[in-house]
Structure formats: C-alpha cells, structure tokens
C-alpha cells in the first residue's frame, strides 16, 4: 500500500504562488495531482513520470504550474503560480501505473490539502 501526504496548502490571494509538497511512502509510480473545488467532481490537473523526465498537464491550469520530483526524498512538488479564485478546492496527489489524466488510473491517494485563493 503506498502512501502519499500532502502539504503546503493554504491561504492566498489573487495572483499569489504556492507550493504544493507530496511525499510518498514508495518509489516507482507515477505520481498525478487532481482538485476538486465544492460540489464538482475531481479534475486532473498535472502528472509526473517515474524518473520525473515527462510531465503532463491539463489545459485549465497551463502555464501556471511546474511540476519536479526529487526521487531522494520521494517527494513530489507542484508549483503553482498566477492563482485564481477559481483555483480553490482540495488538491489531492496519487500514486498510479500511467501517465493519465484519468482517477480510474492512480491507485493510491493522499488526504488533500485544502488551497483557498481570495479576490
């Protein structure tokens, strides 16, 4: 069972940057980052590969995050910059097999980190 524990949430305004942390319990997956904000359903937003050499990201957040991945302390960290209101919502991070945007494809989830951005 792998185990993953987010960090690094919180409050910002507008136009604000943070950085988001994932730590794994296990190397060699791919590790995907979703959201959900209230009452919507969960929506992928970026993925990074095994070795941290390819990265994925959804339309609706392009341009504002970076993903990188330090495989020495199998920690995962997603920056995300240029933060709207609209970007508030729990992020989650997840372990799978495949470079996906799907939640059908990762396996293993962490609790979440609440991020609420202010206008």
């Known amino acids: 069972q792998v185990q993953l524990v987010e960090s690094g949430g919180g409050l910002v305004q507008a136009g604000g940057s943070l950085r988001l942390s994932c730590a794994t319990s296990?190397?060699?997956?791919?590790t995907g980052w979703f959201r959900q904000a209230p009452g919507k359903d969960r929506e992928f937003i970026a993925a990074i590969s095994m070795s941290g050499g390819n990265t994925y990201y959804a339309d609706s957040m392009k341009g504002r995050l970076t993903l990188s991945r330090d495989n020495a302390k199998n920690t995962v960290y997603l920056q995300m910059n240029s933060l709207k209101p609209d970007d508030t919502g729990i992020y989650y991070c997840?372990?799978?097999?495949?470079?996906?945007?799907?939640?059908?494809?990762?396996?293993?989830w962490g609790q979440g980190t609440q991020v609420t951005v202010s206008s």
């Open positions: 296990e190397r060699g997956y791919v």
């Open positions: 997840a372990a799978g097999r495949v470079m996906s945007g799907s939640v059908s494809d990762f396996h293993y």
